[in-house]
Nanobody
């Protein structure tokens, strides 16, 4: 069964940290660009970050630059999102998505993050940042 499963969400205070994981099963993430997306209550889904198949290209939404780091572990078939200095505006459901793109340019990676054209999506994990 092909699926992506997110984990690592939770409730933290502003300034806190969380690390999200996105584990793929039924297929290998090699050859796929993987992104993280989030949706806050009452808002549209937005892209947060994306990482190319070879990890040579990473892109970030402006508001998370310098605070979030995306990475991937090939043997574990997993992509991570390390989130530091969390703000209340980071609250939402976080999803990972993957699209078959073995080689991408930075504009293509940014387009993927912006438009979320993933072939596979996870079910999401809740992140809540509040005092």
């Amino acid at each position: 069964q092909v699926q992506l499963v997110e984990s690592g969400g939770g409730s933290v205070q502003p300034g806190g940290s969380l690390t999200l994981s996105c584990v793929a099963s039924g297929f290998t993430l090699d050859g796929y660009i993987v992104g993280w997306f989030r949706q806050a209550p009452g808002k549209e889904r937005e892209g947060v970050s994306a990482i190319s198949s070879g990890s040579s290209i990473t892109v970030y939404y402006d508001s998370v630059k310098g605070r979030f780091t995306i990475s991937r572990d090939y043997p574990k078939n997993t992509v991570y999102l390390q989130m530091n200095n969390l703000h209340s505006e980071d609250t939402g459901i976080y999803y990972c998505a993957a699209a078959k793109m073995a080689s991408v340019s930075r504009p293509q990676a940014t387009d993927f993050m912006t438009n979320g054209r993933g072939s596979y999506w996870g079910q999401g994990t809740q992140v809540t940042v509040s005092p």
